[in-house]
């Protein structure tokens, strides 16, 4: 299914678990209640073999209610890490200057791994409209050109693959 949903559905399992817990409990609790109204020595084998039934019910009713808060909870916390990962590579300019506040709400990238220079061969020959105007936030880290001398090099790289794609054709 989606996998969005998943912690929903979950969360919506627990809430049935967490109930059913809660019902088991009440009954076992009312069990007891009945239990010391009544005397018949017949009804008194059935009466402990519900009360056991009914306390093993609300206990793995309770036990499934928790493994299902952890899931949840784990299944929230994939997905937090997924969004976070599709979040912008673009360095956040305030967090190089020490002056981001926003942490991990922040819209722009604090990975280091974002901020590393680029190697030519893995640039784009399209140039940075971003450099163009002298405010690429991504400086050496750019999947773009910087510049005519970059472009340049960089076709070189391309020219070497077209070269060599032909002579595996």
């Not at 088991?24 to 609790?29: F, Q």
């Not at 912008?88 to 967090?95: D, I, L």
Request: net charge positive; charged share 25%.
């Amino acid at each position: 299914g989606n996998s969005a949903s998943g912690p929903l559905q979950i969360a919506s399992v627990a809430e049935a678990a967490q109930q059913a817990a809660q019902r088991a409990a009440w009954v076992a609790k009312t069990l007891d209640t009945f239990g010391a109204q009544q005397a018949s020595k017949a009804d008194a084998a059935w009466l402990a073999t519900m009360k056991q039934v009914a306390r093993q019910a609300a206990e793995a009713a309770e036990e499934a209610a928790q493994t299902c808060k952890v899931s949840a909870a784990g299944v929230r916390e994939h997905c937090l890490d997924a969004y976070k990962s599709r979040k912008s590579r673009v360095p956040c300019k305030n967090f190089l200057s020490n002056r981001c506040n926003k942490g991990a709400s922040c819209d722009f990238s604090h990975d280091a791994a974002d901020m590393q220079a680029r190697p030519l061969m893995l640039k784009s020959m399209k140039q940075c409209i971003f450099f163009a105007k002298g405010n690429c936030m991504r400086g050496p880290a750019c999947p773009f050109s910087h510049g005519e001398d970059e472009s340049k090099e960089i076709e070189k790289y391309v020219d070497i693959l077209r070269k060599e794609k032909k002579g595996l054709g």
